[in-house]
């Protein structure tokens, strides 16, 4: 099971991170992930600087709510389809 975490803290709130994990989910159910990714949030993850801070299996990313989609694909998408 791939584990996302999006922080929620306040930081991150302001950039956008209700609307990144929303996006998510949305795409984990629409590529039927269910079973194999979990989406969760957290306070702050240290990366307050980058935009929302993502945790994919502990590896501390950023993105943004426009960037969202893409970054799902590349940096969790293509993890679970190898």
Known sequence: MTK???CIGSSCHIRGSKEVA??????????????????AGTFCLGNCRNGVSVS??????????EDA?????????SKVRK
């Open 56 to 65: 994919v299996d502990d590896e501390i990313l950023a993105t943004t709510p």
């Open 69 to 77: 989609e893409a970054f799902f694909n590349e940096k969790i998408l």
């Open 22 to 39: 929303d996006k998510f989910l949305a795409l984990v159910k629409e590529h039927g992930l269910e079973n194999e990714v979990e989406v």
């Open 4 to 6: 996302v975490t999006v």
